[in-house]
């Protein structure tokens, strides 16, 4: 439903998109993350009831607990309300986050191998450098090396967040 949505925003918002830039923009709006920031937005995450330790665990601020909770609402909004009480969420809280569609909205481990592999150098390789925290807020610094480059890291609260803002860096330094 989220996707069919968005989608019906984006061809409406950018009328003169070509199928490809419309797919991007699809995917970071429809992504985990964006999710996670609507349902803060929408007040889910405080309405979310959670086991203790979830709670004591910061599952409140967990993107994936967020992501999905967001996703269960406009579900619900959907099969109680039909389509106008889930386009009528939608529309509230994306509208916002349609000015951020802009540049280049390739998940940057994607572009970070699309690079490599233009340029016959392999598959970008990931390291965990150093994990710190506690188990309910860790903090990981990843390393990413691609052959014939020096290695880039990057620091996030999650393994996967990491692992795009070390490829990030890289990705960086190669256009500079």
Known sequence: MLGFLIAEQLVQHFPKENEGSLALKLNALVRMETCARVAEAAGIDAALILAPSEDRAGGRRKSAILGDACEAVIAALYLDGGIEAARKFVTKY?????????????????????WAQGRKLGTPTYRIAKREGPDHAPRFTVEVSVKGEAPATGEGASLRAAEQAAARVLMQRLAA
């Open 94 to 114: 994306w509208q916002p986050l349609m000015s951020e569609v802009t540049g280049d909205l390739r998940d940057p481990k994607n572009a970070l191998q699309e």
